[in-house]
T-cell receptor
Framework: NAGVTQTPKFQVLKTGQSMTLQCAQDMNHEYMSWYRQDPGMGLRLIHYSVGAGITDQGEVPNGYNVSRSTTEDFPLRLLSAAPSQTSVYFC?????????FGPGTRLTVT | AQTVTQSQPEMSVQEAETVTLSCTYDTSENNYYLFWYKQPPSRQMILVIRQEAYKQQNATENRFSVNFQKAAKSFSLKISDSQLGDTAMYFCAFMKHAGANSKLTFGKGITLSVRP
């Protein structure tokens, strides 16, 4: 039981490039979320999903896209990377009252 | 919308002593959950303790306990017998109620240093 896995762990992008952060869970949870963590800001919700085929926006969705084709996977796409998207990204998989976080991806956009 | 406030950015405590981390929140909800998460230098988010708002009894987990004051909207974390491994960033978080899409609202966090 691997829990929540994220790849890659580190990534450097140039402004304007696109990429996908991968997230997978093997706990059969319906709820999955993406957060970004910035210094002095805590974690902020980007997008979330309550089940396969259903996604919705969180607090800071601009510049990001998500889809949920299976229960296990919830990828986060950066359409055109900007320096403001330099951050640490966490994926989480949830029961109705507890969230399990992945190890995070540190993304730097130059 | 809910807000979570952690007003102390940093704290320091001597090993084996007790420290209390403060958190206040604002909500119009009556049924909700509160959490404390620990983030050590490894970056992993670790659940420390959870409190259900409908429970009057304060949650405890070994050396960790909370002081939940619902009327005052206060949710502090007490760490007893502090250990060097407690050095980490600690986040207070709010969730509206079980099943509410499990969305968490986080405070900005506090950096705790335990001195040998």
């Amino acid at each position: 039981n691997a829990g929540v896995t994220q790849t890659p762990k580190f990534q450097v992008l140039k402004t304007g490039q696109s990429m996908t952060l991968q997230c997978a869970q093997d706990m059969n949870h319906e709820y999955m979320s993406w957060y970004r963590q910035d210094p002095g800001m805590g974690l902020r919700l980007i997008h979330y999903s309550v089940g396969a085929g259903i996604t919705d926006q969180g607090e800071v969705p601009n510049g990001y896209n998500v889809s949920r084709s299976t229960t296990e996977d919830f990828p986060l796409r950066l359409l055109s990377a900007a320096p403001s998207q330099t951050s640490v990204y966490f994926c989480a998989s949830s029961t109705i009252y507890e969230q399990y976080f992945g190890p995070g991806t540190r993304l730097t956009v130059t | 919308a809910q807000t979570v406030t952690q007003s102390q950015p940093e704290m320091s405590v001597q090993e084996a002593e007790t420290v209390t981390l403060s958190c206040t929140y604002d909500t119009s909800e009556n049924n909700y959950y509160l959490f404390w998460y620990k983030q050590p230098p490894s970056r992993q988010m670790i659940l420390v303790i959870r409190q259900e708002a409908y429970k009057q009894q304060n949650a405890t987990e070994n050396r960790f306990s909370v002081n939940f004051q619902k009327a005052a909207k206060s949710f502090s974390l007490k760490i007893s017998d502090s250990q060097l491994g407690d050095t980490a960033m600690y986040f207070c978080a709010f969730m509206k109620h079980a099943g509410a899409n499990s969305k968490l609202t986080f405070g900005k966090g506090i950096t705790l240093s335990v001195r040998p």
